[in-house]
């Protein structure tokens, strides 16, 4: 037996030898990676699958780490060489799971997600393979967690932007900054933060624009046209502003159509040429100066002009924008063609002005049927010679009144005034005199209560002054004045008790106290002579309640990010307390995360 175990151990001597130069042999003649490719696995030796293999490791990728563990995976468990193989195995799978966390942290969480599941486990040695088989699990479900949360964090943004709500989005951008991923909180904040500073500047483009176009000529909307191009696609508010651009293009028309109706067909054609191809709105451009002409032409409805204007009307194509408004006209100018004469006819009857001749034109323009194209213009005619009939008849009674109110006479003057019925047109402006004359024998009565209101409440009695100016009734034209003057000072009063009320709640130094002063001195409006004081004590009872939310944070963060959102959005430390709620619920995370309690 002893000879045996001496033969062994000379045996097992002469294989360590051996191996140790067949090692250092290897040293000397090293495969490079070409020659790796080129290996024939069955005759290839462990210590050079196994130099390969981290050949192909070395490069630090997916595929090289995959062919490295598959290149020395079959090794046998008893070989000399299994203890390193397994220590490289765990190496490179390790490895693996790096380049798939890099992956997610640039932001590719589909391809993190591939690459941990391609780590070959089953390669791994059975304590290696379900400790790494849980460290996977683990690390892909919390990838998923942080982008379920970036991305609802997203989708919070979007909306946001999608309501041009610029501070709500800045406040949902800063809570990516501590989801736990590179690429949310740099890249993705980035793009965000870019998109709110470039809706802000555009928005005060967009509002300039139109502050700009509402002047309603036609240089200002080209330069109101000029200053929304400087939105880029890129910008939250692109809809917005291709919207913009074509109603600027229809506001130029519609300033051409106005030129038009004023019978200013140059000025109009002019305009209507100034539309900018940017707008999307030129083609209908052009096809109203076509149309201009020939509603121009038409304005004299004669037969030769109706002819003219409908030959001009047809050479607008069917898939122009006016081709339904060419052909309404053209229908009726069609149809206006037999009733020239009948409106040309009563003009001639109404040009002397008697009003025996106006009431015959009036009788004559109405045989025009309602349904045909000419109706129009006569109405207006028949409206226009009705008006001029009506004052005819109604001027002198007005005169008259006038006269009654000269002389003193209020009462004769409005009685007189009044016969004059609603339906005619001097009905407006005699009621305005009736108005007036009466508001004139109100006045008389109602001056001396409203002064005497006044003083009693410049002597400080409020409520003397509000029943006094209560007298005054809603038929008196110092009935608003007199109104005016009691809300002045009920508001005066309840302002008073608010700010009151708030300096009470506050006076008891809590949270909950300096919280309920703020809302109750928020109800002050803002052109009450109070307003300045309010604010002035609304700002430092919000640094109050910073103070104690500071004071709060190290024992209770809950508690301190609630008190701390009571601040209200007014105050100039709105800012610094979103930053310490930001803090302190990254903080609060952490410590979950920790099992810490809050």
């Not at 952490?590 to 309690?597: C, E, I, T, Y």
Request: hydrophobic letters at 45%.
């Amino acid at each position: 037996m002893a000879s045996r175990a001496l033969l062994g151990g000379l045996f097992l001597g002469l294989l360590i030898v051996g191996s140790g130069l067949v090692a250092a042999a290897m040293l000397f003649k090293l495969p490079d990676e070409a020659n790796c490719r080129t290996l024939f696995l069955p005759t290839t030796t462990a210590s050079r699958r196994l130099y390969c293999a981290q050949v192909y490791a070395d490069r630090n990728t997916v595929d090289g780490l995959l062919e490295a563990i598959e290149l020395v995976r079959e090794l046998p468990a008893d070989h000399a060489l299994r203890p390193e193989v397994d220590r490289q195995l765990e190496l490179w799978a390790q490895a693996l799971l790096d380049l798939a966390e890099t992956d997610f942290q640039a932001g590719d969480l589909d391809q993190a997600i591939q690459t941990a599941e391609r780590i070959p486990l089953s390669a791994l040695p059975d304590g290696i393979r379900s400790r790494l088989a849980i460290l996977i699990a683990d690390r892909v479900d919390g990838w998923q967690k942080i982008w379920d949360e970036a991305t609802a964090i997203a989708a919070a943004i979007e909306r946001e932007l999608d309501q041009l709500r610029w501070g709500p989005a800045f406040q949902q951008i800063t809570r990516l900054l501590g989801v736990g991923n590179r690429y949310w909180e740099t890249t993705r904040y980035q793009e965000y933060a870019k998109a709110i500073q470039l809706g802000r500047q555009d928005s005060s483009k967009v509002e300039r624009a139109q502050g700009i176009a509402a002047r309603d000529d036609v240089e200002s909307v080209l330069e109101a046209i000029k200053l929304i191009q400087e939105v880029g696609l890129a910008s939250p508010l692109r809809i917005r502003a291709q919207t913009l651009l074509r109603e600027f293009g229809q506001q130029i028309i519609d300033i051409a159509d106005r030129q038009l109706e004023a019978d200013d067909l140059t000025g109009a054609i002019a305009t209507a040429r100034k539309v900018p191809t940017v707008t999307g709105m030129k083609p209908k451009a052009n096809d109203f100066v076509v149309l201009a002409r020939a509603r121009y032409t038409a304005r004299r409805p004669t037969a030769t002009n109706l002819e003219a204007a409908i030959a001009q009307a047809r050479s607008i194509e069917f898939n122009s924008p006016l081709y339904g408004d060419a052909q309404s006209w053209i229908a009726r100018w069609q149809d206006g063609l037999g009733q020239v004469a009948i409106l040309e006819r009563a003009r001639s009857l109404a040009s002397s002005g008697e009003a025996e001749d106006l009431r015959l034109a009036i009788a004559t323009a109405r045989e025009i049927p309602t349904s045909n194209a000419l109706w129009e213009r006569a109405e207006g005619e028949i409206e226009r010679w009705s008006v001029q009939l009506d004052t005819t008849q109604d001027r002198p009674i007005l005169g008259r009144a006038r006269e009654l109110a000269d002389q003193g006479e209020l009462e004769a003057a409005i009685a007189t005034a009044s016969q004059i019925v609603s339906s005619r047109p001097l009905y407006s402006e005699a009621q305005r005199q009736i108005v007036q004359w009466q508001g004139s024998i109100a006045r008389q009565g109602d001056t001396p209560i409203l002064a005497r209101a006044r003083g009693l409440a410049d002597s400080g009695n409020i409520n003397a002054a509000i029943a006094a100016a209560e007298e005054i009734p809603d038929s008196s034209p110092l009935y608003t004045e007199a109104q005016a003057a009691i809300a002045d000072w009920v508001g005066q009063t309840q302002d008073q008790q608010d700010l009151d009320e708030a300096y009470n709640l506050a006076s008891y130094g809590t949270a909950e106290g300096f919280d309920a002063a703020i809302q109750s001195a928020s109800t002050i409006s803002s052109g009450s002579y109070l307003a300045e004081e309010s604010a002035r004590a609304i700002e430092l009872w919000s640094r109050s309640l910073l103070s104690i939310a500071t004071e709060r944070a190290s024992n209770d963060l809950a508690t301190a990010i609630d008190i701390a959102r009571r601040i209200p959005i007014t105050s100039d430390i709105y800012a610094t307390a979103q930053l310490q709620i930001t803090n302190w619920e990254a903080q609060l995370r952490v410590n979950a995360d920790r099992g810490v309690q809050p």
